[in-house]
């Protein structure tokens, strides 16, 4: 079984930083493609960042220039930096990862999500 735990959400406001991380355990080979999403009170979930196992990195528009993804791979550990953060930042953050259970096996799985709340 292989869990995604998010850490770091809260409450900061417009303007601030804050850093969120997502650590992977459980029994894998090795793990592809991790990011963000986030869902918003009433709208859809969205991509936020992704991050390649290469660490190639890729960012939906709105937060390019604010938001940085990061990796850490001796630590199965994404992270991400989110600075100047506007209340349409709000939203519940969830990581995302790809991951390799064998040869032939790959899956995705989903954290449970961390809670950011941006006042204004």
């Known amino acids: 079984q292989v869990q995604l735990v998010e850490s770091g959400g809260g409450l900061v406001q417009a303007g601030g930083s804050m850093r969120l991380s997502c650590a992977a355990s459980?029994?894998?080979?090795?793990?592809?493609?991790m990011g963000w999403y986030r869902q918003a009170p009433g709208k859809q979930r969205e991509l936020v960042a992704t991050?390649?196992?290469?660490?190639?990195?890729n960012y939906v528009d709105s937060v390019k220039g604010r938001f940085t993804i990061s990796r850490d791979n001796a630590k199965n550990t994404i992270y991400l930096q989110m600075n100047s953060l506007k209340p349409d930042d709000t939203a519940v953050y969830y990581c995302?990862?790809?991951?390799?259970?064998?040869?032939?096996?790959?899956?995705?799985?989903w954290g449970k999500g961390t809670l950011v709340t941006v006042s204004s």
């Open positions: 459980g029994r894998f080979v090795s793990i592809g493609t």
């Open positions: 991050i390649s196992s290469g660490s190639t990195t």
């Open positions: 995302n990862a790809a991951v390799r259970l064998s040869v032939l096996s790959i899956m995705e799985y």
